[in-house]
């Protein structure tokens, strides 16, 4: 009997020795180890010390030192890769994938800092563009006074710069609407140096400064309301009304009706050369006028007799800012010019021995004379034959 109990005893002890076993072993693997550790060792480099602020750890005779001090002490890069769990060591500055995500937030925020400045500046890019094109609006609200305002300062000095007598006092006024623009321009001879009146003033000093206003109305209205307007005028005598000029579809009409039979008398002598004379002082800006380029160059000749009469007009567009050649020019435009010059024809030739002459003539590109348009008395001819 005390056999058995010493048996079950001993099987009992057994028992507890191994549940005691395996409770430490347990334990042991689930809970830390803690253990003492030495701070302070130093770490020498071929004779340079490399410890810095993080020091180095002795742990059970092994020496534990921080990574990043020991690789940048040797010009390497470590990254904490924290989606694959690693340690990630790179020469240079060089990034590993997966490598330090606040090195890349600052990246990235240095990079949208560059992009917002970029588009700052793009801003305030527009926004001055935007001025420019509210200053171009502001074009549309110009009026007509506006206009004449400036058409009085270009041409203050008009009496000297066109007629050589800084005496001419001259008054310009313009009226009219989008559709149509009237000057009127009177000149006063009171204290001139050289001239009585309109009538001593040669057609052709007169023409220039006509041509020069309505250059200038062109230049004032262009890109406004009043782009498309027609252009007319009148310049007066101021002491004598009968004494004056109209501008009318290309063309001028002289009033000296104080002596209308003399100038009756004169047109008997009236020549082709003065007709000729006549139509290129009335077309010198024809390019602006017409084609809306002042680089294209025109000459006009004039041939024939009281029977017929043939213009010969060149176009030269070598200076030319829109237009190559003759096949550029829209068929309307040329239509326009060239009824302009017809028109100015029959109104010169009028009363003459010239008028009831057949008014014939071509248009030719200067370089290219296969460039052509040809006016058989009724209509026009286009050839583009190269």
Do not use: C, H
């Amino acid at each position: 009997m005390a056999s058995f109990y010493k048996k079950v005893l001993l099987g009992l002890g057994v028992m507890l020795v191994l549940i005691m076993g395996l409770a430490a072993n347990t334990y042991a693997a689930l809970t830390p180890q803690w253990v003492e550790a030495y701070q302070g060792a130093k770490i020498v480099y071929n004779g340079k010390e490399l410890t810095g602020t993080a020091q180095p750890y002795i742990v059970n005779s092994t020496t534990l030192v921080p990574l990043r001090m020991l690789m940048d002490s040797f010009g390497k890069n470590v990254v904490w890769d924290s989606v694959n769990f690693r340690v990630v060591i790179a020469d240079g500055t060089s990034t590993a994938a997966g490598g330090d995500k606040d090195a890349q937030i600052t990246a990235l925020q240095n990079k949208v800092a560059e992009l917002q400045n970029t588009i700052d500046t793009l801003n305030s890019k527009i926004s001055d563009l935007e001025d420019d094109d509210s200053d171009s609006d502001s074009d549309s609200d110009i009026s007509v006074s506006d206009i004449e305002d400036d058409l009085i300062d270009a041409f203050e000095d008009a009496g000297e710069d066109y007629f050589d007598d800084d005496n001419i006092v001259v008054s310009i006024e313009l009226s009219g609407d989008d559709d149509e623009l009237e000057y009127t321009i009177e000149i006063n001879f009171e204290d001139a140096d050289d001239y009585d009146d309109l009538k001593d003033v040669s057609e052709s000093d007169i023409k220039s400064f006509l041509n020069a206003v309505k250059s200038e109305i062109n230049s004032e209205i262009n890109d406004t309301d009043y782009d498309d307007a027609d252009i007319v005028g009148e310049l007066i005598d101021d002491d004598n009304s009968n004494y004056y000029v109209e501008y009318e579809d290309g063309s001028y009409t002289y009033s000296w009706d104080e002596d209308e039979d003399e100038d009756d008398d004169d047109d008997d002598d009236t020549s082709t050369s003065d007709i000729e004379e006549t139509l290129n002082d009335t077309f010198a800006y024809a390019g602006k006028n017409y084609f809306n380029d002042d680089g294209i160059g025109v000459d006009i000749s004039l041939s024939g007799d009281e029977d017929d009469l043939a213009f010969t007009i060149e176009l030269d567009f070598e200076d030319s800012a829109d237009y190559a050649d003759l096949r550029a020019v829209s068929q309307s435009k040329l239509k326009s010019f060239l009824n302009a010059v017809i028109s100015t024809i029959v109104s010169r030739t009028d009363d003459t021995n010239y008028e009831d002459a057949e008014i014939t003539g071509t248009l030719v590109d200067s370089d290219t004379s296969s460039y052509n348009v040809d006016y058989n008395g009724s209509s026009f001819t286009f050839s583009w034959n190269a």
